[in-house]
């Protein structure tokens, strides 16, 4: 199936692939799509039709859609608000019904979308792959900590997600997600406490202030520093081998 317009393959790469190995002739099919975003959504359309998708890959282009289409049909930025959130509501019921679910659903939907792509982002990967990698390891709420971790923490988020896929036991990979949130924890209170202290401080004269934020800077740099290599060593091998 090729987009038209384009002349790019939409669907058929595996086919495409082997008529091309060995020679052998082929036919395509053209879609007429005016746009990008259009091509998108028939390519999501059209995987899920297929009958041998998992309940997370239903949900995770299910969620895809809904952004495409919501940036799509809201993405006018001098909208009102009001007008802007009827359209969300629109596009909700609307893919709702065509796939048979709740609009809730198509919310929670877009939501593990985001968190996917995040990490997807983070670990160079696609967001299928991510999708089959923490298949029966990870909920809906530790899939969510991961993607916080990535937006923060592209690195640390690689090293869990290493973690999870060499887990073998759901229990593990849970274990090592839980391991994030309280990282992501401890490293948000040592902000927070530098912060207070800074602010405190500056309100002391100006002659002692300049060693006080001196002396502040020296603790922080001290404290993330020990902190990441805690951290790190959190996810070594030794550690995915007292995981599984």
């Not at 968190?115 to 299928?128: E, F, K």
């Not at 229990?171 to 912060?195: F, N, P, S």
Request: glycine share 6%; net charge positive; proline share 3%.
């Amino acid at each position: 199936m090729v987009w038209k317009e384009q002349r790019i393959l939409l669907d058929g790469h595996n086919r495409y692939r082997f008529c091309t190995k060995h020679n052998i002739t082929y036919r395509t099919v053209e879609v007429s799509l005016p746009d990008m975003g259009a091509a998108k959504v028939w390519m999501i359309n059209n995987q899920l039709g297929r009958r041998n998708l998992t309940p997370g890959e239903e949900s995770f282009l299910r969620g895809e859609r809904y952004r495409l289409e919501r940036q799509k049909e809201g993405g006018d930025r001098k909208s009102l608000p009001q007008k802007e959130e009827v359209i969300k509501g629109e596009t909700r019921q609307r893919l709702a019904d065509q796939y048979k679910v709740s609009k809730s659903t198509i919310e929670r939907d877009a939501a593990y979308a985001d968190d996917i792509n995040a990490i997807a982002t983070a670990i160079g990967a696609h967001p299928i792959e991510v999708v089959a990698k923490t298949k029966g390891k990870l909920g809906r709420k530790e899939t969510r900590v991961v993607a916080t971790l990535a937006k923060e923490h592209p690195q640390m988020a690689a090293k869990v997600m290493e973690t999870i896929a060499e887990a073998e036991m759901p229990k593990a990979a849970k274990t090592a997600a839980q391991q994030a949130i309280e990282d992501i924890q401890v490293h948000g209170d040592i902000q927070r406490a530098t912060l207070q202290r800074t602010q405190e401080e500056r309100a002391r004269p100006d002659s002692a202030n300049r060693r006080v934020e001196q002396s502040i800077q020296r603790v922080l740099v001290d404290a993330l520093q020990a902190e990441a290599q805690s951290i790190f060593r959190r996810y070594t091998r030794e550690g995915v081998e007292e995981l599984t």
